[in-house]
């Protein structure tokens, strides 16, 4: 099973970004533009998971999802990778809020892969949605200049998905379990958390 664990932003979250993509999507130059579908906030890729180690990883996860707390998060902005020279292959709509405590759930998120014996990534965090991608790597100035200023509404995220990725399929992604944030279900967390 090839695995990630993500946040999905809400509906109405995804449709306004999708109207602002679409502004992109005029521009002439050939890029593969992802499906709203697909719009999902990455905490850590796992690869390729054996079924078998599916119980294991899921207690972990959940364990760590209990620790974090509900985020106030906003999809602004639109940045690209790699970040700097001429040529990018992807781009994307970035994320504003709760970044440490965003920062913090995706290391959390890590350290229980790696506590089952996962191989995860260790570079830099950056959170974002793909929305496009070029292929070869080309220069994505304009496309972001047509795009214009993204700033979408705020939401709470309270849950982490973990998602298994079937490419080629006709259900792309398909969630295998869905976990509440900790200090949401938990009845004595201090008020003032539940605001954004």
Not at 6 to 24: I, K, Q, S
Not at 80 to 100: C, E, I, K, Q, Y
Request: aromatic share 6%; charged share 30%.
């Amino acid at each position: 099973m090839r695995l990630f664990v993500a946040l999905n932003p809400p509906t109405e979250v995804l449709r306004a970004l999708g109207e602002a993509v679409d502004r992109g999507r005029s521009h002439g130059r050939p890029l593969r533009w992802t499906h709203s579908d697909d719009w999902h906030i990455t905490l850590v890729f796992l690869g390729e998971v054996e079924e078998e180690r599916l119980p294991v990883l899921t207690e972990a996860i959940g364990a760590a999802a209990r620790t974090q707390r509900p985020l106030s998060l906003a999809v602004e902005g639109w940045g690209r990778f790699p970040p700097r020279g001429r040529r990018s292959s992807v781009l994307w709509a970035g994320v504003t809020g709760d970044l440490d405590a965003l920062d913090a759930l995706a290391r959390g998120m890590r350290r229980a892969a790696r506590s089952v014996r996962i191989p995860v990534e260790r570079r830099p965090y950056v959170p974002h949605l793909t929305v496009a991608r070029s292929r070869p790597p080309s220069d994505l100035a304009e496309v972001v200049e047509d795009l214009g200023e993204l700033r979408g509404a705020r939401w709470r995220a309270r849950d982490v998905h973990l998602i298994e990725s079937r490419p080629g399929s006709a259900d792309r992604y398909r969630t295998v379990q869905t976990w509440a944030l900790g200090w949401e279900a938990d009845s004595e967390r201090p008020p003032e958390l539940d605001t954004p």
